[in-house]
């Protein structure tokens, strides 16, 4: 399965952007996904998740309220609608999946990533 990210840009503080996985190769149903992000000098961090079982979501607490992770099933895709955005939230952001799996916030839960699209805020 292939991953593609895109959807990353400069926006101003208070702004939205809403950022794509476009999957290919297999079906994304049978897979929990999520977004991590890294901003320079720190290590990737845990966003947002929606699990393959029943489509249940978790995030961090950092974006809880502000973030909203979904998938579009016809469309292969696995979206982060992101609000409210600050300066901190400025990261090269990442989809990632596993198949079969209910994932976790860590990194090595998770088989599939795609590559980063990054997201700057200006305040």
């Known amino acids: 399965v292939q991953l593609q990210a895109s959807g990353g840009g400069v926006v101003q503080a208070g702004g939205s952007l809403r950022l794509s996985c476009a999957v290919s190769?297999?079906?994304?149903?049978?897979?929990?996904w999520a977004w991590f992000r890294q901003a320079p000098g720190k290590d990737r961090e845990f966003v947002a998740r929606?699990?393959?079982?029943?489509?249940?979501?978790d995030y961090a607490d950092s974006v809880k309220g502000r973030f909203t992770v979904s998938r579009d099933r016809a469309k292969n895709t696995v979206y982060l609608e992101m609000n409210s955005l600050r300066p901190e939230d400025t990261a090269a952001y990442y989809c990632?999946?596993?198949?079969?799996?209910?994932?976790?916030?860590?990194?090595?839960?998770?088989?599939?990533w795609g590559q980063g699209t990054q997201v700057t805020v200006s305040s």
């Open positions: 990632a999946a596993v198949r079969n799996g209910l994932g976790s916030v860590e990194m090595d839960a998770y088989r599939y």
């Open positions: 929606i699990k393959r079982s029943g489509g249940r979501t």
């Open positions: 190769g297999d079906s994304i149903s049978d897979y929990t």
